[in-house]
């Protein structure tokens, strides 16, 4: 398996200085910036759009992660793309045709993942699964940061992992919530290689986060 990245959720980071926290956790060492979109619909929340993706940009030397937890999803892909995404994930419940979204994430020129919720089964998958990038595994409910992980998706973990691995197959298996010290090592047991960690990533300031990330990388 490739080496564990880490993508730290800027929902956890300090919203008044958000330009200053995406260049601190790219020079703490993390791999990708995952920025959550919440739009108060698909689920309770509401975050950030566009317009601060791309103000963001400048401040990041690490691609950008975007995992929209918005409905529709089809509208907005070519303005995140354009704002400066470099993956772009969604949830198949946001839409009732998650192949063609697929297909017009990759059209404008991004990565594509493919977001299951805890409860998602795993046959929405299946058919999915040769055309996308990535596989996010939701390890609690979207919405929020700061939750519990749920033990129950480790076992989710553990069975894409076959398939990924039985099929030959170049996609990124990341995790999302709940990734502590504790968690991250069982996760990337179950066969996670991104792991998402806001919570963790931004605790204790910025002069913290690098010894954060080492210490979520390091855990196996
Ligand atoms: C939840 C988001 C997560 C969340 C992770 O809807 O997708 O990325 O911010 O936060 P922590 O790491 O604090 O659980
Ligand atoms: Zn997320």
Request: glycine share 10%; with cysteine; charged share 20%.
């Amino acid at each position: 398996m490739s080496a564990i990245k880490i993508a730290p959720s800027i929902l956890a980071s300090d919203f008044a200085r958000l330009g200053e926290e995406v260049s601190a956790i790219c020079e703490a060492g993390c791999d990708y910036v995952h920025v959550d979109v919440m739009d108060g619909h698909f689920v309770p929340n509401i975050t950030i759009g566009p317009s601060v993706v791309k103000a963001l940009k400048p401040h990041s030397t690490k691609p950008f992660d975007v995992h929209l937890m918005i409905s529709p999803v089809d509208p907005y892909i070519a303005d995140f793309a354009e704002a400066g995404a470099d993956i772009v994930t969604f949830h198949p419940e946001a839409g009732h045709h998650p192949h063609r979204t697929i297909q017009s994430i990759k059209a404008a020129g991004c990565k594509a993942g493919l977001s299951l919720n805890p409860g998602t089964p795993l046959e929405m998958l299946w058919p999915l699964l040769g055309d996308l990038d990535l596989v996010l595994v939701m390890s609690v409910n979207p919405g929020f940061g700061g939750q519990s992980f749920i033990e129950s998706q480790l076992a989710r973990i553990e069975t894409i992992r076959k398939r990924i691995d039985a099929e030959g197959l170049d996609i990124e298996l990341e995790v999302d919530g709940g990734i502590n010290f504790e968690t991250a090592p069982r996760a990337i047991t179950a066969g996670a290689n991104v792991l998402v960690a806001g919570t963790a990533t931004f605790k204790g300031g910025p002069s913290a986060y690098a010894s954060n990330i080492a210490a979520l990388r390091d855990e196996k």
